[in-house]
């Protein structure tokens, strides 16, 4: 009895040294792609960015000076002032602000409605499944902008309006990957082994079926950050995002085109600042993909 | 690091391709210049090509071409006979028409009084534009002869000719609408210069010369114009510039110096009957007060926000009316900007601690810009304002219902007549939905109104109406903001086009040198 006991003491000892070693893998071969890491690296600066936003920021976002408007990019003000002139450097910083918080609550949000109903949907099957999945099915014959724009036409406007929509938008696709991945981890032994000592099924999905079935999710979120911040950006720019005179990045833009061809850098700044943050996360989602996919072992 | 490399050539492969592919759509070859249609730009296409279908400028400017009214208001909105030739009151509620003969429409027929019955019976039925046409009575509406008819008001309404001379009420042929049906705006008939050519919904309508139009003088010289919708404001000016288009309408702030500054284009420019505003809610605390009404208007500083706004274009407002507008009051004072004197104000009002508020606007970036000015300029006087950018049908669904607090809001005062710029925006009748979104209430101004609209005499209606405004000015319901200008921007070998204040402007004068 004692013996077993420490044999299942050693086991456990054992998975979870090779579990941290796992993620040691992992990140290991994600150095080892220069493109994620620039990737990674320009994200942390935008993290670091959004969050000391009130020291980085010359000034407020909204500090208005009608005697300053239109000054080009130069020493007094970095990417120079917008139509009412506005600091456009320090609205980019606070704009990072809200595209992040976007990006990451939208994805928060699908991720666990859509990890939630797809974990439910794989691992009991049958007619629940066929109900859930045939769900998600309508939400994806919808194109995911149009219907996020229904959702905002229906709910108004508005940062956390924003989010919800996105995030809605987006269910279906996390609850397909992880229904796929459930579907393929249930039937293994130690669910099996776990169904045998008596654990519920709560905590089998919990314990033991979703933490093997993170790596495409983790992907799958990183990938969808970019997607949901370029979804809120596309929102604002037809006027139906974050309220003025918040600086959301795809309102900037929207306000900034009328003056393009006499003052670009109004538009061409915050378009710069999302196409960056979308290009370094998909860097990174990338880079993430191959460094968790066991095949590409080197 | 091969891979990285891969990358960042894949990406600036990619934006040059979707640079280039931008750059190569739409591009149309120029036609030869005998034949050479005259191409217009304007925002949006067409609606409807029915003048009682619907009540919007862009199919107001088609319509133009199309149809004509028993009166015409020209550039200076006087009013001049149409396919009335002459007219006469037989009384304070009647008034007798006599018809041009030898009139065609489009389709054949000949125009008769009969015509011109149906029309104004039809209008009235119309959910959209029967408001132009309510003083008139249905039953009083007789035809004498084919080419005489009367048409009286349920009540006097003096300004009943202004009112004939609205797109809207451009004469219909019967025989056509009836067989059309409900196809009929997809095939107008009118008696105007152009005839319908064909219409892609959402992109072009093309227009041909009416080879029987009834006018010589007015014969089109040109034999095809062709309407195309340009939605994208910066857009339609490159398009004029590469030569795309010969008439490009609302050319924007921005734009304008390079339009004018080009050797081969022109602006053409005209104070217009638009004017933009920001309304309160004086229906609803703490706008009920005058005094805060009025702080409001002295800390806000007009005329830098509409220099800001609108680059140099039109002008900040002094009243409800424009200059264009008939017995449009110039020697209102404006509140100017002062903020000890708003302070004085909020303090009377017991509010000098401020209060939390919202200003409503439609996604119109320059309402939109207006709004957050406004919002950064009330914190002077410790007013807390959110502003909130809504939806066009939402927007006046709640303004409609007095749910708002300030809002943004235009009005064309399309007759010219002040009764149309005054009575639907301040006459206590018309709370909500007819046009008083302010819902603000005075029993001198609703008399005045009334007088105004009744009396036939033009020294009485003016004098009336020129103490409306100032009541109106005192009382501060609104901020008055903006009046609009006409700008249209045309290519250097488009002659004899003028701009029309109400919008829209008269193409069969126009020629190609």
């Known amino acids: ?298 | 690091m091969l891979k990285s490399k891969k990358i960042i050539i894949l990406t600036i492969f990619l934006l040059i391709f979707s640079l280039v592919a931008v750059g190569c759509s739409n591009q149309t070859a120029d036609a030869p210049t005998d034949s050479k249609p005259l191409i217009v730009a304007q925002r949006s296409d067409a609606v409807v090509l029915d003048p009682h279908a619907n009540n919007d400028q862009a199919s107001s400017r088609v319509m133009r071409q199309i149809y004509e009214n028993l009166v015409n208001q020209n550039e200076k909105m006087e009013l001049l006979p149409g396919l009335a030739e002459s007219w006469e009151q037989l009384d304070e509620l009647t008034y007798k028409f006599k018809l041009k003969q030898g009139v065609k429409f489009h389709n054949g027929e000949e125009l008769t009084a009969s015509d011109v019955a149906f029309t104004i019976k039809r209008a009235l039925d119309s959910s959209h534009v029967a408001h132009i046409v309510e003083a008139i009575n249905p039953n009083g509406i007789e035809v004498v002869d084919p080419y005489t008819i009367r048409i009286a008001t349920t009540e006097p309404f003096a300004p009943l000719l202004a009112h004939l001379a609205h797109t809207a009420t451009g004469i219909l042929n019967e025989k056509a609408v009836t067989e059309a049906g409900d196809d009929y705006s997809q095939t107008p008939v009118g008696t105007g210069p152009y005839k319908l050519l064909n219409w892609v919904v959402g992109e072009t309508v093309e227009l041909v010369k009416f080879e029987e139009y009834h006018d010589e003088a007015k014969m089109p010289k040109i034999e095809k114009i062709i309407f195309k919708a340009i939605s994208e404001d910066g857009n339609r000016t490159i398009e004029l510039e590469t030569g795309g288009i010969d008439i490009a309408y609302d050319i924007i702030g921005p734009d304008v110096d390079r339009i004018t500054n080009a050797p081969d284009l022109n602006m053409v420019r005209d104070m217009n009957l638009s004017t933009t505003y920001v309304g309160f809610n004086v229906g609803k605390e703490p706008f009920d007060d005058i005094r805060v009404r009025q702080a409001i208007n002295y800390v806000a500083d007009m005329d830098l926000i509409v220099d800001a706004v609108y680059l140099g274009t039109g002008e900040p407002s002094k009243g409800p009316l424009g200059p264009n507008v008939w017995a449009s009051n110039r020697n209102l004072q404006p509140y100017g900007h002062d903020v000890e004197k708003a302070k004085e104000l909020m303090k009377e009002a017991g509010l000098e601690n401020g209060f939390k508020t919202t200003i409503w606007t439609n996604q119109n970036q320059q309402r939109i810009d207006i709004a957050e000015i406004l919002q950064n300029q009330l914190k002077q006087i410790n007013i807390d304002a959110e502003v909130s950018v809504m939806e066009w049908g939402a927007y006046l669904t709640g303004t409609a219902a007095g749910e708002h607090d300030m809002f943004i809001l235009g009005w064309v005062t399309v007759t010219g007549d002040p009764d149309y710029g005054l009575y639907p925006l301040f006459h206590s009748s018309t709370h909500g939905d007819g046009g008083n979104r302010t819902f603000y209430t005075n029993e001198q101004v609703n008399e005045l109104l009334d007088l105004a609209r009744v009396n036939a005499d033009p020294a009485v209606r003016e004098a009336s109406y020129k103490e409306v405004q100032e009541i109106v000015r005192d009382e501060a319901p609104w901020i008055f903001t903006w009046t609009g200008e006409e700008l249209t921007g045309i290519r250097n070998n488009v002659k004899g086009f003028q701009n029309h204040p109400a919008g829209h402007h008269k193409l069969w004068t126009v020629y190609f040198e």
Do not use: C
């Open chain 1, 1 to 298: 009895m004692s013996q077993t006991k420490t044999l299942i003491d050693k086991q456990a000892v054992s998975i979870n040294k090779k579990r941290r070693s796992q993620w040691l893998e992992v990140w290991r071969r994600l150095k080892k792609n220069k493109a994620s890491m620039v990737g990674l690296f320009i994200i942390s600066l935008l993290v670091f960015a959004a969050i000391f936003a009130d020291f980085i920021a010359p000034e407020g976002f909204d500090d208005q000076d009608l005697y300053r408007r239109f000054i080009p990019p130069g020493s007094n003000h970095f990417l120079g002032t917008d139509h009412l002139g506005r600091d456009i450097f320090s609205r980019i910083i606070y704009g990072s602000r809200i595209s992040l918080q976007v990006g990451f609550i939208a994805v928060g949000i699908a991720a666990v409605t859509g990890g939630t109903l797809g974990a439910i949907a794989g691992y009991y099957g049958g007619k629940l499944d066929n109900t859930i999945m045939r769900l998600m099915d309508i939400l994806l014959a919808i194109p995911s902008i149009l219907l996020a724009i229904s959702i905002v036409a229906a709910l108004g406007p508005g940062l956390v309006n924003v989010m919800i929509a996105v995030g809605i938008a987006s269910i279906p696709s996390y609850a397909r990957i992880v229904r796929a991945s459930v579907l393929t981890i249930k039937d293994q032994e130690f669910i099996e082994a776990a169904k045998a000592i008596g654990a519920n099924d709560f905590r089998i999905i919990t314990k033991h079926i979703l933490p093997n079935a993170m790596a495409p999710i983790i992907v799958q979120a990183t990938l969808g950050v970019a997607n949901a911040i370029l979804s809120a950006a596309g929102l604002s720019f037809i006027g139906l995002g974050i309220q003025p005179p918040n600086p959301e990045w795809g309102a900037m833009l929207s306000a900034g085109r009328h003056y393009i061809r006499d003052y670009w850098h109004i538009a061409t700044f915050p378009g710069l600042a999302i196409m960056l943050t979308i290009f370094s996360l998909n860097l990174f989602g990338d880079g993430l993909r191959d460094a968790l996919d066991p095949r590409l072992k080197d």
